[in-house]
């Protein structure tokens, strides 16, 4: 470390953080995925799956296929340059580490096919092709709008589908509880949005629309018999006070785990609803 930048006045740590940026510049450059709530979308599902079926070869396969294929999603964009091209010189370890996760994920997803049920490989087969689709999506610069996100929701929350059928739960019940996870993480992807254009002064009718959309169909699988979808009146019913009265946006953090605790609920609610 030069004696120089010491000598200016400035701080010996100061000094030394600059040293080794200097040295290692991505060291600066996370790899970690940047959407904190993608991580409750992906994991509490398929946790809630796993607590409540058990989890054989199968389902630690599908656990582990989908983690894999989560963790490379931001060295993907940062080796293809979608977090800017500095980024991308400063992090070449992005290529390795983005092709190291989705070896695994390939690796673990084959393992569940081979080991899964014909009904458990169909559902495999939909969460690679949302896989595909969300990578896609992500490739395109496409996963930060508002369709993206979505897609990003069905695909990080479908997973919790092969476990639940390899545990031995009938298939329309697993897509009952799927259903559950998408109209809840929908509304409370909508409602952060809201949140944001609220702060920008931006129009909202497409976020109170899906909101609606969301409770009418907890309404209508309700008025049909189906009950387990009500689980997620935690996370809608969060979302719209929100919406209806959105917090600074220096609040976000503070809402992110706010709808993570009424995420929490849900699991619970949906825990005690699975019955066989």
């Known amino acids: 470390m030069s004696d120089d930048r010491i000598a200016k006045g400035g701080d010996p740590m100061n000094a030394v953080a600059m040293e080794v940026n200097a040295r290692h ?76 996760w989705l070896s695994l994920s390939v690796i673990a997803g084959t393992m569940a096919m081979g080991f899964g049920s014909p009904t458990v490989r169909l559902a495999l087969a939909g969460c690679l092709g949302f896989a595909i689709l969300c990578l896609t999506l992500a490739a395109a610069s496409l996963h930060r709008t508002l369709g993206g996100q979505l897609m990003g929701v069905a695909g990080l929350s479908v997973p919790c589908v092969p476990i639940l059928i390899a545990g031995g739960m009938s298939v329309p019940h697993a897509a009952e509880v799927w259903l559950v996870w998408l109209i809840g993480f929908i509304s409370t992807t909508l409602a952060v949005r809201g949140v944001i254009a609220a702060q920008k002064r931006q129009p909202r009718t ?63 609610i949906v825990a005690c609803g699975m019955t066989p």
């Open 206 to 268: 497409l976020h109170w629309w899906g909101l609606g959309l969301a409770t009418m169909a907890i309404a209508g699988a309700a008025m049909s018999g189906i009950w387990l979808p009500l689980a997620a009146l935690p996370m809608v019913a969060a979302s719209g006070l929100l919406m209806a009265s959105p917090p600074p946006a220096k609040y976000l953090k503070r809402i992110g785990w706010t709808l993570i605790g009424v995420t929490i609920a849900t699991a619970a």
């Open 25 to 100: 510049p991505s060291a600066m450059v996370s790899l970690k995925p940047k959407e904190h709530g993608a991580y409750a979308i992906v994991m509490i599902p398929m946790l809630t799956a796993v607590v409540t079926q058990g989890v054989g070869v199968v389902g630690a396969a599908v656990v582990v296929a989908s983690l894999a294929g989560f963790f490379a999603h931001e060295p993907l964009l940062v080796a293809l340059g979608h977090r800017g091209q500095r980024v991308r010189r400063d992090a070449p370890e992005a290529r390795t580490r983005a092709l190291g």
